[in-house]
């Protein structure tokens, strides 16, 4: 399957609505390991901070979008989805709003935060069961507990939402 790019847009008016956008209390666990995720009810997605690279710089500096992305496997933390659902398309792009648990949503913030806090070159990156499908810049920390999704044409959206729904391979 060939990687596909997402653009996450993280809408303040849509989480800094949510009941449990404030719970900050509950600490930051290490991830589960994997045979946890495989049979957690909730899907998980996973998140790291890189920066844009040179092409051939580095064996880790890959394609995406129309900029090349260092991506160090080890950098990505495991965030807990509680749900992901369609979402009304906005022009071109399919939506999903991906709901994540609390302890998700506690890494989300924290990582965001340091996202939009370190530089134009900075993205966030967001991986999918085995492929890597965004990075983005930053704009800001996330509020509450939900992100909305845009997916390209031709992504597959299904098979995506099917991931993060915990259905996925």
């Known amino acids: 399957m060939k990687k596909h790019a997402l653009v996450i847009t993280l809408l303040a008016a849509l989480t800094a609505c949510s009941p449990e956008g404030t719970d900050g209390e509950q600490p930051t666990s290490a991830p589960p390991a994997a ?3 495989a049979t957690a ?3 998980t997605l996973e998140l790291a901070i890189s920066q844009t690279c040179a092409p051939g710089s580095d064996p880790q500096c890959i394609p995406l979008n129309d900029e090349h992305i260092l991506v160090a496997p080890a950098a990505f933390e495991r965030i807990g989805v509680d749900s992901a659902s369609s979402a009304p398309s906005s022009g071109e792009f399919d939506m999903i709003n991906v709901t994540l648990d609390n302890d998700g949503a506690t890494v989300a913030r924290k990582m965001t935060n340091e996202a939009s806090q370190a530089g134009d070159q900075t993205r966030l990156v967001m991986k999918v069961g085995d492929e890597i499908v965004s990075a983005v810049r930053v704009q800001g920390e996330l509020r509450g507990d939900q992100m909305m999704v845009a997916i390209p044409p031709g ?3 299904e098979e995506i939402l099917n991931n ?3 259905h996925g391979n």
């Open 41 to 43: 009810a909730s899907g």
């Open 155 to 157: 992504a597959a959206t």
């Open 164 to 166: 993060l729904n915990g």
């Open 35 to 37: 045979n946890e995720a």
